[in-house]
Protein backbone atom coordinates (compact mmCIF):
# COMPACT_ATOMS: atom_id res chain seq x y z
CA UNK A 1 0.00 0.00 0.00
CA UNK A 2 1.43 3.38 -1.07
CA UNK A 3 0.30 6.36 1.29
CA UNK A 4 1.59 9.95 0.98
CA UNK A 5 1.52 11.51 4.31
CA UNK A 6 1.52 16.13 3.87
CA UNK A 7 2.23 18.05 6.68
CA UNK A 8 4.72 15.34 7.78
CA UNK A 9 7.35 17.80 9.53
CA UNK A 10 4.71 19.07 12.02
CA UNK A 11 3.72 17.54 15.33
CA UNK A 12 0.80 15.51 14.41
CA UNK A 13 2.34 14.66 10.72
CA UNK A 14 5.54 12.86 12.33
CA UNK A 15 3.59 10.26 14.97
CA UNK A 16 1.28 9.82 11.78
CA UNK A 17 4.26 8.50 9.71
CA UNK A 18 6.00 6.98 12.21
CA UNK A 19 2.89 5.04 12.73
CA UNK A 20 1.21 4.31 8.88
CA UNK A 21 5.32 3.04 8.91
CA UNK A 22 4.73 0.67 11.10
CA UNK A 23 1.90 -1.08 8.49
CA UNK A 24 2.76 -4.06 7.40
CA UNK A 25 3.65 -4.13 3.35
CA UNK A 26 2.89 0.14 3.67
CA UNK A 27 5.34 2.15 1.25
CA UNK A 28 5.27 5.56 2.91
CA UNK A 29 6.41 8.93 1.29
CA UNK A 30 6.22 12.07 3.25
CA UNK A 31 6.26 15.91 2.30
CA UNK A 32 6.34 18.87 4.17
CA UNK A 33 7.92 22.28 3.82
CA UNK A 34 11.02 21.96 6.12
CA UNK A 35 12.53 19.09 7.74
CA UNK A 36 11.68 18.91 11.42
CA UNK A 37 14.52 19.75 14.51
CA UNK A 38 14.04 16.40 15.91
CA UNK A 39 11.96 13.38 16.54
CA UNK A 40 8.76 14.00 18.44
CA UNK A 41 8.86 11.80 21.34
CA UNK A 42 11.19 8.74 22.42
CA UNK A 43 14.42 7.66 20.79
CA UNK A 44 12.93 4.71 18.85
CA UNK A 45 10.27 7.41 17.11
CA UNK A 46 11.25 7.32 13.39
CA UNK A 47 11.79 11.18 12.19
CA UNK A 48 10.00 10.77 8.81
CA UNK A 49 11.63 14.26 7.70
CA UNK A 50 15.12 12.30 7.61
CA UNK A 51 13.68 9.80 5.48
CA UNK A 52 12.67 10.25 1.74
CA UNK A 53 10.97 13.96 2.13
CA UNK A 54 9.34 16.10 -0.65
CA UNK A 55 9.28 19.65 -0.84
CA UNK A 56 5.72 20.84 -0.79
CA UNK A 57 4.05 23.30 0.96
CA UNK A 58 0.65 23.47 0.50
CA UNK A 59 -0.18 27.12 1.21
CA UNK A 60 1.55 28.39 -2.11
CA UNK A 61 1.30 24.60 -4.33
CA UNK A 62 -0.06 25.22 -7.58
CA UNK A 63 -2.98 22.37 -8.52
CA UNK A 64 -0.69 20.88 -11.94
CA UNK A 65 2.41 21.06 -10.05
CA UNK A 66 1.12 18.87 -7.41
CA UNK A 67 -1.08 17.03 -9.15
CA UNK A 68 2.12 15.80 -11.27
CA UNK A 69 3.49 14.90 -7.74
CA UNK A 70 0.70 12.95 -6.61
CA UNK A 71 1.03 11.32 -10.24
CA UNK A 72 4.41 10.23 -9.72
CA UNK A 73 3.69 8.88 -5.91
CA UNK A 74 0.65 6.98 -7.01
CA UNK A 75 -0.86 6.76 -3.67
CA UNK A 76 -3.61 4.68 -2.52
CA UNK A 77 -4.02 6.62 0.57
CA UNK A 78 -3.19 10.37 0.97
CA UNK A 79 -2.68 12.09 4.46
CA UNK A 80 -2.73 15.67 4.72
CA UNK A 81 -1.69 17.08 8.63
CA UNK A 82 -0.83 20.17 7.24
CA UNK A 83 -1.93 23.02 8.89
CA UNK A 84 -1.26 26.33 11.10
CA UNK A 85 -2.91 27.01 14.56
CA UNK A 86 -1.46 31.06 14.41
CA UNK A 87 0.19 33.39 12.15
CA UNK A 88 -1.97 36.16 9.50
CA UNK A 89 -4.61 36.11 8.36
CA UNK A 90 -3.33 35.36 4.86
CA UNK A 91 -1.03 32.53 6.71
CA UNK A 92 -4.31 31.32 8.21
CA UNK A 93 -6.39 31.02 5.35
CA UNK A 94 -3.90 29.93 2.96
CA UNK A 95 -2.40 26.73 4.45
CA UNK A 96 -6.39 25.77 6.33
CA UNK A 97 -8.27 26.33 3.59
CA UNK A 98 -6.63 26.97 0.21
CA UNK A 99 -4.54 24.17 0.86
CA UNK A 100 -6.92 21.55 1.16
CA UNK A 101 -8.88 22.57 -1.62
CA UNK A 102 -5.49 22.84 -3.95
CA UNK A 103 -4.97 18.96 -2.76
CA UNK A 104 -8.79 17.66 -3.47
CA UNK A 105 -8.42 19.49 -6.93
CA UNK A 106 -5.15 17.84 -7.33
CA UNK A 107 -6.45 14.59 -6.56
CA UNK A 108 -9.26 14.46 -8.63
CA UNK A 109 -6.95 14.72 -11.62
CA UNK A 110 -3.92 12.59 -10.28
CA UNK A 111 -5.27 9.65 -8.00
CA UNK A 112 -9.14 10.04 -7.99
CA UNK A 113 -9.47 6.69 -6.33
CA UNK A 114 -6.79 7.46 -3.70
CA UNK A 115 -8.29 7.42 0.09
CA UNK A 116 -7.94 11.13 1.64
CA UNK A 117 -7.91 11.68 5.48
CA UNK A 118 -7.69 15.00 6.60
CA UNK A 119 -7.18 16.38 9.88
CA UNK A 120 -9.24 19.08 11.07
CA UNK A 121 -10.05 20.63 14.30
CA UNK A 122 -12.66 21.22 17.05
CA UNK A 123 -12.32 24.50 16.65
CA UNK A 124 -14.45 24.54 13.82
CA UNK A 125 -17.36 23.76 16.38
CA UNK A 126 -17.13 26.77 18.81
CA UNK A 127 -19.40 26.94 21.76
CA UNK A 128 -21.05 23.89 23.29
CA UNK A 129 -24.47 23.55 24.00
CA UNK A 130 -24.49 23.57 27.82
CA UNK A 131 -22.21 20.54 28.92
CA UNK A 132 -22.62 18.13 26.47
CA UNK A 133 -20.25 16.06 24.61
CA UNK A 134 -20.41 17.44 21.29
CA UNK A 135 -20.96 14.94 17.83
CA UNK A 136 -20.22 15.23 14.37
CA UNK A 137 -23.78 16.48 13.74
CA UNK A 138 -23.65 19.06 15.83
CA UNK A 139 -23.34 22.42 13.73
CA UNK A 140 -20.28 24.33 13.30
CA UNK A 141 -20.10 27.76 14.21
CA UNK A 142 -16.26 28.74 14.80
CA UNK A 143 -15.40 32.06 16.68
CA UNK A 144 -12.24 32.68 15.06
CA UNK A 145 -10.33 32.84 11.88
CA UNK A 146 -8.25 29.53 13.05
CA UNK A 147 -11.50 27.81 13.48
CA UNK A 148 -13.37 29.70 10.32
CA UNK A 149 -10.26 28.84 8.28
CA UNK A 150 -10.21 24.80 9.16
CA UNK A 151 -13.86 24.64 8.68
CA UNK A 152 -13.59 25.66 4.78
CA UNK A 153 -10.96 23.32 4.65
CA UNK A 154 -13.19 21.04 6.06
CA UNK A 155 -15.80 21.91 3.47
CA UNK A 156 -13.16 21.58 0.52
CA UNK A 157 -12.71 17.88 1.45
CA UNK A 158 -16.18 16.45 2.13
CA UNK A 159 -17.71 18.34 -0.82
CA UNK A 160 -15.20 16.79 -3.36
CA UNK A 161 -16.59 14.03 -4.37
CA UNK A 162 -13.21 11.76 -3.10
CA UNK A 163 -13.31 8.90 -1.18
CA UNK A 164 -12.33 11.07 1.64
CA UNK A 165 -12.74 11.46 5.94
CA UNK A 166 -12.00 14.38 8.12
CA UNK A 167 -10.80 13.68 11.18
CA UNK A 168 -11.74 16.17 13.86
CA UNK A 169 -9.29 16.71 16.29
CA UNK A 170 -9.58 17.47 19.36
CA UNK A 171 -6.58 18.91 21.84
CA UNK A 172 -3.55 17.35 21.20
CA UNK A 173 -0.60 16.91 23.97
CA UNK A 174 1.86 14.69 23.90
CA UNK A 175 5.41 13.78 23.38
CA UNK A 176 7.07 16.86 20.88
CA UNK A 177 3.55 19.60 21.81
CA UNK A 178 4.71 22.55 19.87
CA UNK A 179 5.70 25.48 21.63
CA UNK A 180 2.90 27.46 19.98
CA UNK A 181 0.53 25.18 22.24
CA UNK A 182 -0.28 25.97 25.64
CA UNK A 183 1.33 22.11 26.84
CA UNK A 184 4.54 23.06 24.67
CA UNK A 185 5.13 26.33 25.93
CA UNK A 186 4.36 25.05 29.58
CA UNK A 187 6.56 22.56 29.28
CA UNK A 188 9.24 24.45 27.94
CA UNK A 189 9.09 27.17 30.58
CA UNK A 190 8.80 25.05 33.33
CA UNK A 191 12.08 23.71 32.38
CA UNK A 192 13.83 27.06 32.18
CA UNK A 193 12.03 28.20 36.04
CA UNK A 194 14.63 28.63 38.50
CA UNK A 195 13.38 27.01 41.82
CA UNK A 196 11.88 30.05 43.01
CA UNK A 197 10.30 31.18 39.66
CA UNK A 198 6.54 31.22 39.19
CA UNK A 199 5.25 30.75 35.31
CA UNK A 200 3.01 33.25 34.28
CA UNK A 201 -0.39 31.65 32.16
CA UNK A 202 -4.17 33.56 31.96
CA UNK A 203 -7.17 31.64 33.44
CA UNK A 204 -6.57 27.95 33.48
CA UNK A 205 -10.24 26.88 34.43
CA UNK A 206 -11.71 26.63 30.31
CA UNK A 207 -12.67 22.57 30.12
CA UNK A 208 -10.90 20.57 27.03
CA UNK A 209 -11.07 17.33 25.49
CA UNK A 210 -7.18 16.04 25.65
CA UNK A 211 -6.09 13.57 23.11
CA UNK A 212 -2.43 11.72 22.63
CA UNK A 213 -1.31 12.91 19.38
CA UNK A 214 0.31 8.71 19.58
CA UNK A 215 -3.77 7.98 19.44
CA UNK A 216 -4.58 10.55 16.81
CA UNK A 217 -2.13 8.89 14.39
CA UNK A 218 -3.86 5.52 15.20
CA UNK A 219 -7.12 6.73 14.03
CA UNK A 220 -5.21 7.91 11.11
CA UNK A 221 -4.00 4.57 10.17
CA UNK A 222 -7.38 2.43 10.73
CA UNK A 223 -8.88 5.41 8.99
CA UNK A 224 -6.15 4.86 5.82
CA UNK A 225 -7.32 0.81 5.86
CA UNK A 226 -10.58 0.65 6.62
CA UNK A 227 -13.20 -0.59 3.89
CA UNK A 228 -15.13 1.75 2.36
CA UNK A 229 -17.21 4.12 2.65
CA UNK A 230 -16.51 6.12 5.56
CA UNK A 231 -18.23 8.82 7.08
CA UNK A 232 -17.52 12.56 6.12
CA UNK A 233 -16.50 13.56 9.77
CA UNK A 234 -15.36 11.37 12.46
CA UNK A 235 -14.22 13.23 16.06
CA UNK A 236 -11.24 12.37 17.23
CA UNK A 237 -10.71 13.22 21.05
CA UNK A 238 -10.16 11.54 24.65
CA UNK A 239 -14.16 11.64 25.67
CA UNK A 240 -13.56 13.69 28.56
CA UNK A 241 -13.30 17.04 29.35
CA UNK A 242 -10.68 18.55 31.83
CA UNK A 243 -9.75 21.72 33.25
CA UNK A 244 -6.53 23.19 31.21
CA UNK A 245 -5.32 23.60 34.91
CA UNK A 246 -5.00 19.94 35.00
CA UNK A 247 -1.74 19.99 31.42
CA UNK A 248 0.04 22.35 34.90
CA UNK A 249 -0.62 19.94 37.64
CA UNK A 250 0.51 16.95 35.48
CA UNK A 251 3.43 18.65 34.26
CA UNK A 252 4.46 20.12 37.87
CA UNK A 253 3.94 15.71 39.19
CA UNK A 254 5.93 14.44 35.97
CA UNK A 255 8.73 16.85 37.30
CA UNK A 256 8.13 15.70 40.41
CA UNK A 257 7.17 18.75 42.06
CA UNK A 258 4.64 17.67 44.71
CA UNK A 259 3.35 21.41 46.18
CA UNK A 260 0.54 23.37 45.18
CA UNK A 261 0.15 24.41 41.67
CA UNK A 262 0.13 27.89 42.42
CA UNK A 263 3.30 27.41 43.86
CA UNK A 264 4.91 27.24 40.52
CA UNK A 265 2.36 28.40 37.81
CA UNK A 266 0.45 32.09 38.59
CA UNK A 267 -2.70 32.49 36.59
CA UNK A 268 -3.05 36.31 36.17
CA UNK A 269 -1.39 37.07 33.03
CA UNK A 270 -3.03 37.21 29.29
CA UNK A 271 -5.53 34.63 28.44
CA UNK A 272 -6.65 33.33 25.29
CA UNK A 273 -10.01 34.56 24.14
CA UNK A 274 -11.22 31.65 22.83
CA UNK A 275 -10.73 30.17 26.33
CA UNK A 276 -13.25 32.52 27.48
CA UNK A 277 -15.64 32.47 24.06
CA UNK A 278 -15.91 28.86 24.70
CA UNK A 279 -15.21 27.47 28.09
CA UNK A 280 -16.34 23.87 27.94
CA UNK A 281 -15.63 21.23 24.91
CA UNK A 282 -15.64 17.32 25.05
CA UNK A 283 -16.10 15.29 22.05
CA UNK A 284 -18.47 12.71 21.65
CA UNK A 285 -16.32 9.73 19.93
CA UNK A 286 -18.71 7.32 19.95
CA UNK A 287 -18.75 6.97 15.62
CA UNK A 288 -14.74 6.82 15.82
CA UNK A 289 -15.40 3.83 18.41
CA UNK A 290 -17.70 2.31 15.85
CA UNK A 291 -16.89 2.73 12.69
CA UNK A 292 -12.99 2.66 13.12
CA UNK A 293 -13.16 0.30 16.12
CA UNK A 294 -10.76 2.87 17.92
CA UNK A 295 -10.26 3.87 21.13
CA UNK A 296 -8.08 5.92 22.86
CA UNK A 297 -5.28 3.99 24.57
CA UNK A 298 -3.02 6.73 25.67
CA UNK A 299 -3.58 8.24 29.49
CA UNK A 300 -3.72 11.65 29.91
CA UNK A 301 -0.92 11.41 32.68
CA UNK A 302 1.07 9.34 30.38
CA UNK A 303 1.04 11.97 27.47
CA UNK A 304 2.01 14.51 30.20
CA UNK A 305 4.72 12.14 31.44
CA UNK A 306 5.97 11.73 28.18
CA UNK A 307 5.55 15.10 27.22
CA UNK A 308 7.98 16.04 29.80
CA UNK A 309 9.94 13.27 29.46
CA UNK A 310 10.29 14.81 25.69
CA UNK A 311 11.62 18.40 26.46
CA UNK A 312 15.10 17.12 28.35
CA UNK A 313 17.18 14.56 29.63
CA UNK A 314 15.80 13.16 32.76
CA UNK A 315 18.74 13.67 34.65
CA UNK A 316 17.91 17.68 34.51
CA UNK A 317 17.09 19.10 37.86
CA UNK A 318 13.56 19.01 39.08
CA UNK A 319 11.54 22.16 39.28
Keep these: ?6 GATGFLGRHTASRLRALPGAHVRVAGRAPAAGPPSDPSTVDPAAVDLLAVDLAAADPGRLAALIREAAPDAVVNCAGAVGGSAVTLTAV ?3 GPAVLCEALSTAAPDARLVHLGSAAEYGPAEARLPV ?3 APARPLGLYGASKLAGTLAVTGSGLDAVVLR ?3 PVGPGAPAASLPGRLAAELRRARPDDRVRTGDLSAHRDFVDPRDVAEAVALAVTAPRPLPAVLNIGSGTARPVRDVAEGLLRAAGFTGPVGDRVAEDGDGSPRSAA ?4 QADITAAGRVLDWVPRHSFTDSLTDLWAATAPATEPVP
Design 96 to 98: NAR
Design 169 to 171: VFN
Design 278 to 281: VPWQ
Design 135 to 137: GEG
Design 1 to 6: MRILVL
